[in-house]
Every structure is written in structure tokens, then in C-alpha cells.
């Protein structure tokens, strides 16, 4: 499976996401990372993955902090990626995928899409990731713990389906993950990933393999 990476902005470097998929590529699993995605998608480009995974927030790069989704500029716009999912493709949206601000109009299309958006984390801290909803995106993985940046987010799509919460002394309980179905294409949320060593976790890489399978549409 060809498989779409978008990363790189100012806080969360491409070469993290880079590395801590490489133990997960084989033959049947294959990633293409792509960062500067205002200047190198199109749309044509995109139908040729079944899957696209975004690590990144809305900036063009880790140098140049400007909004990735410029209204006539971006070849690739959000309710371009709400279409691809609409007719089957599969979006997985890890860590920074997850950093769009409800009070920013720039992020507003983004977070209608991708079903939440950002309020703030804590510093880095031990967090455990408990998994509450079997799920094939949850099958296999047992509960664990990291330490990482531990996202509070704010859901607001009406048919995510949570499948593990995150819990931390300084930030208590949140969302650390959830599945949709939109039209004929799935969506999963997860929000560890700022550190290597998070997504090197044994069970943390078993679920991510199973929520790239399940958006796919493998199981």
C-alpha cells in the first residue's frame, strides 16, 4: 500500500515523523513524505493513495510558518481532501494534524474536516494511553505509557467514535483517539507524536498500523 506522509511545520520538524515511521515500511506498506504541500499536491495526485496520513499543522514548512491553505493558492484545498474521503479514500490525522485553533478563520475548514480542534497541552509528561472501545484500529494494543506532549482537544464531529483516552497528572483526562466513517471513507484520530521514542512504542506502532489498515479499508 502506497501511502501519502504530509509533514513538517515549526514545532513538529518531518524528520521526527520520517523516522518513526521508517521500522513500520515493508514491501506491503510503502510511505512517500511530502512537506512544502502547498507547491506539490494537486488533486490528481492525491487519488492515487488509498491512504494520506497529516503530521503537520497549518504552515507550509518548518521554515516558513505562513498558512498551508491559502484560498487560491493551495492546489489542494480541505474540501478537496473532504471529497477524496467521501468517495473511499482514508485519512489518518497524527499529533500535529490535530493542532488547528477553533479561533483562527485560517484552521476553520480543517477542523470541520478532520472532526476537532486544539486547546493545549501541558508540558512534556508521562501519559497513559488507555484504549476504551474495541475497535480493529484498537485490536492487539494494550494499554501503555509515554511521555509526550498530552493534547487536549475539543471534538465537535457528532459521529467520532472514541477508542482510547489519555490520562496525565497535570492534564488530566482526554481524547486520545477516535474513528469516523464519511461517505465511503474512513477517518481515524490520534493524538501522541511529538517525540521519536512515541512512535517507536511497541503497542503505539501496533496501532498505528491497524488504523492504517482500517482507514484503507483492509478490515
Excluded at 105 to 131: K, L
Excluded at 148 to 170: F, L, M, P, R
Excluded at 180 to 193: D, S
Aim: charged share 20%; glycine share 8%.
Amino acid at each position: 500500500m502506497k501511502v501519502l506522509v504530509l509533514c513538517d511545520d515549526y514545532w513538529h520538524p518531518g524528520e521526527v515523523v520520517q523516522l518513526g515511521l521508517a521500522p513500520l515500511e515493508s514491501s506491503n506498506l510503502q510511505f512517500e513524505f511530502v512537506k512544502c504541500c502547498k507547491d506539490i499536491l494537486t488533486v490528481e495526485k492525491i487519488r492515487n493513495y488509498p491512504l494520506i496520513i497529516n503530521c503537520k499543522m497549518n504552515e507550509i514548512t518548518s521554515a516558513n510558518n505562513h498558512p498551508w491553505f491559502d484560498e487560491g493558492v493551495t492546489e489542494v484545498a480541505v474540501s478537496d481532501f473532504c471529497d477524496y474521503v467521501e468517495n473511499g479514500g482514508g485519512f489518518l490525522s497524527l499529533h500535529a494534524g490535530n493542532a488547528y485553533f477553533n479561533d483562527k478563520a485560517e484552521d476553520a475548514a480543517y477542523v470541520n474536516f478532520v472532526g476537532n480542534y486544539f486547546i493545549q497541552h501541558p508540558p512534556r509528561c508521562d501519559m497513559e494511553v488507555r484504549i476504551t472501545a474495541q475497535h480493529p484500529v484498537t485490536q492487539g494494543v494494550g494499554n501503555f505509557t509515554l511521555r509526550d506532549e498530552h493534547y487536549e482537544i475539543a471534538v465537535v464531529a457528532d459521529n467520532a467514535q472514541t477508542i482510547c483516552t489519555t490520562h496525565s497528572a497535570t492534564g488530566g483526562d482526554q481524547i486520545g483517539g477516535y474513528v469516523r466513517e464519511i461517505g465511503k471513507g474512513r477517518m481515524c484520530v490520534l493524538t501522541p507524536g511529538h517525540i521519536l521514542d512515541v512512535w517507536h512504542n511497541p503497542e503505539y506502532q501496533k496501532m498505528l498500523i491497524n488504523a492504517m489498515r482500517w482507514c484503507a479499508g483492509e478490515s
